[in-house]
């Protein structure tokens, strides 16, 4: 198996599937949601525990995420995904700060960094790498960085994982660089139109 994509509800995708070595996720912001602010946030949370018990002990659970804005305050998703990491007893190994943007901009809507959060209940940080990664070219519009996904892969390569899932892969850019870098890889996204895009960037890649 080098990929597999699939066009499915994310939880339904999850039930039927073994538990993983390792999960990267993205999950969607409150503003492509019908939830009202609590209800978004308990859905993150609850959606996070849901994903890390879809991967094994030593497993584990990558979250990218960016922090944005509801009516003037800050959503902090970075707060979301350690609730739920201390809910399940699971561990923060990592949390890295991307710049999306030059520091000196300003956006009235998004936060100017992404946080990427590694989780697991028994695995082990690995070696040092930068807290703090720049801006980098991404593979298309909305993409996660091209420096973050690497950071991805290279720590996974070290834990040596040979496969990586993604439930809510949009249009699979990291899963095209674990790919590339000899990683097989497990996509899922409802959206048909993103399955497709996904299937075609990692038909590409191989």
Not at 46 to 55: A, D, G, K, P, Y
Not at 127 to 138: F, H, I, N, Q
């Amino acid at each position: 198996m080098r990929y597999q994509l699939f066009n499915k509800d994310a939880f339904q995708f999850l039930r039927e599937i073994p538990k993983q070595d390792a999960i990267v996720v993205g999950l969607p912001d409150l503003k492509e949601m019908s939830y009202s602010l609590m209800e978004y946030e308990r859905w993150y949370v609850n959606t996070i525990r849901i994903i890390l018990n879809s991967v094994k002990e030593d497993g584990y659970l990558l979250v990218t995420a960016t922090s944005s804005k509801n009516k003037g305050a800050l959503i902090d998703k970075s707060f979301l995904i350690n609730t739920a990491a201390k809910v399940e007893q699971a561990r923060t190994l990592f949390h890295k700060i991307i710049l999306r943007r030059d520091p000196d901009k300003v956006d009235l809507f998004r936060s100017g960094y992404k946080h990427l959060i590694c989780i697991s209940k028994k695995g082990s940080s690995g070696k040092a790498r930068p807290d703090v990664l720049g801006v980098s070219d991404k593979l298309y519009k909305n993409a996660v960085s091209n420096n973050e996904a690497e950071l991805i892969v290279s720590f996974l390569k070290e834990k040596g994982i040979k496969t990586l899932c993604d439930p809510f892969c949009g249009q699979a850019a990291v899963l095209s660089i674990a790919l590339r870098e000899g990683f097989s890889v497990i996509g899922n996204d409802l959206d048909p139109d993103q399955y497709k895009k996904a299937n075609e960037l990692l038909t590409k890649t191989l």
